[in-house]
Each structure stands twice: as structure tokens, then as C-alpha cells.
Nanobody, 123 residues
Framework: QVQLVESGGELVQPGGSLRLSCVAS????????RAWFRQAPGKEREFVAA????????VYTESVKGRFAISRDRAQNTVYLQMNSLKPEDTAVYYC????????????????WGQGTQVTVSS
């Protein structure tokens, strides 16, 4: 089992920045790949970014390229999502996910999920 706990979500003005954190515990060596997804009210969960086990490969959804950055600290079992130039359409619950096999953009490929952290972008 792997437990994932997200933090860092809050209310921020448009153009502002936030850094989300996801701390993993348990049998983390079995699920080396990490990702962030988000779900806005009334919408399906969507892929945001993923990072591979070594931290050298990343992938992003088009709408966040150049604004968001995913990174990881393997010693701390923590994955981060730095979010800059935030827009109201970034408002959502952000979820951390862990995968055994790949840094996929498909939610079904992930084995463990956190409870989520709310990000609200509003003036």
C-alpha cells in the first residue's frame, strides 16, 4: 500500500503562484512514477503533469505548459507542482497519483491516489 497526502492548495488571485506538495509513504518503491491530476466542479478529472522515477522526464498537458513545473525529491518521497501565472480556469481539486508502470496521462493507469487539495483562483 502507498499513502499520498497533498497540501498547499488555497485561494490565490489571478496571476499568482502556488506550490503543491505530495508526500508518499508506505511501499513507495513499487510505484515510482508520479502525476498530478485535477477536477473542476462538474467536469471530469484531467491530467496535469507527470514525472518519471528518476525525475528527468516530465510531461504536461498543453494548457499548463510554460506555467507549471513538476519536480520530485526522492529522499523526501515528495513530489511538487509549482504553479505560476494562475488563471481562474485552473480552479480545481488537485490530486496526486502514483503508478507502478508508467508516467501516463490516463487516470486508469495510476494505482494510488491522494485525497486532493483545493486550489481556487479568484479575485
Amino acid at each position: 500500500q502507498v499513502q499520498l497526502v497533498e497540501s498547499g492548495g488555497e485561494l490565490v488571485q489571478p496571476g499568482g503562484s502556488l506550490r503543491l506538495s505530495c508526500v508518499a509513504s508506505g511501499r513507495t518503491f513499487n510505484t515510482p512514477h508520479r502525476a498530478w491530476f485535477r477536477q473542476a466542479p462538474g467536469k471530469e478529472r484531467e491530467f496535469v503533469a507527470a514525472i518519471n522515477s528518476g525525475g528527468l522526464r516530465t510531461v504536461y498537458t498543453e494548457s499548463v505548459k510554460g506555467r507549471f513545473a513538476i519536480s520530485r525529491d526522492r529522499a523526501q518521497n515528495t513530489v511538487y507542482l509549482q504553479m505560476n501565472s494562475l488563471k481562474p480556469e485552473d480552479t480545481a481539486v488537485y490530486y496526486c497519483a502514483a503508478s507502478r508502470n508508467s508516467m501516463s496521462s490516463y487516470a486508469d493507469d495510476y494505482d494510488y491516489w491522494g485525497q486532493g487539495t483545493q486550489v481556487t483562483v479568484s479575485s
